[in-house]
């Protein structure tokens, strides 16, 4: 149980066009998601907290009106890259956090690798 | 302010060796969780442990221990008898108890020789 899934594994896109990735719990539902991206050779870095049916919750130097977050079920949460650039490109991974288990449960998705060219 | 480090950036070591992951970490909550992940190079992260920090008790799992000292912030990872399949990217990482945020160490790139 307690399994995370992402679309898509991986996407390329043109520079200036826009990019959702999705993430779904399948298997239990999720109030709170975090989105981290993950640049190449570095750590994952925490972009956002995504609650369900309120604005999610950027970390501090995250744009928030260039990754747009919408929550609006408690299994599904999306991240949209808009206008992206080469320099957006990156591993975005999400995590959901198993609601009725201690604060630490949380169970990451395979990740989107994103390049834009 | 909370952080995680991992002084090491990559180790290599021979098939059979053992070897230590050392993470070091800051907080001022008093209730905080502890992680080390493992992520190969699909990128897929794979939980490994979870330690609250009520819980100093060190863990053993087949291969693998941790090492949890409160008195000097320290959460570290060994494994016993290295394989070539443990070559990863390992990540300590630290939550509040508040947020469930996950901060990450910078993450100890290893590598297993045959």
């Known amino acids: 149980g307690a399994v995370v899934s992402q679309h898509p594994s991986w996407v390329i896109c043109k520079s200036g066009t826009s990019v959702k990735i999705e993430c779904r719990s399948l298997d239990f539902q999720a109030t709170t998601m975090f989105w981290y991206r993950q640049f190449p050779k570095q750590s994952l870095m925490l972009m956002a907290t995504?609650?369900?049916?309120?604005?999610?919750?950027?970390e501090q130097g995250v744009e928030k009106d260039k990754f747009l977050i919408n929550h609006a079920s408690l299994t599904l949460s999306t991240l949209t890259v808009t206008s992206a650039h080469p320099e957006d490109s990156s591993f975005y991974i999400c995590s959901a956090r198993y609601p009725r288990g201690r604060i630490d449960e949380q169970y990451f998705g395979p990740g989107t690798r994103l390049t834009v060219t | 302010a909370q952080k995680v480090t991992q002084a090491q950036t990559e180790i290599s070591v021979v098939e059979k060796e053992d070897v230590t992951l050392d993470c070091v970490y800051e907080?001022?909550?008093?209730?905080?969780?502890l992680f080390w992940y493992k992520q190969p190079p699909s990128g897929e992260l794979v939980f490994l442990i979870r330690?609250?920090?009520?819980?100093?008790q060190n863990e053993i799992s087949g291969r693998y221990s941790w090492n949890f000292q409160k008195s000097t912030s320290s959460f570290n990872f060994t494994i016993t008898a290295s394989q070539v399949v443990d070559s990863a990217v390992y990540f300590c990482a630290l939550s509040s108890s508040n947020t469930g945020k996950l901060i990450f160490g910078q993450g100890t790139t290893l590598q297993v020789k045959p």
């Open positions: 995504s609650n369900e049916g309120s604005k999610a919750t950027y």
């Open positions: 907080t001022r909550d008093t209730t905080y969780y």
């Open positions: 330690r609250n920090s009520f819980d100093e």
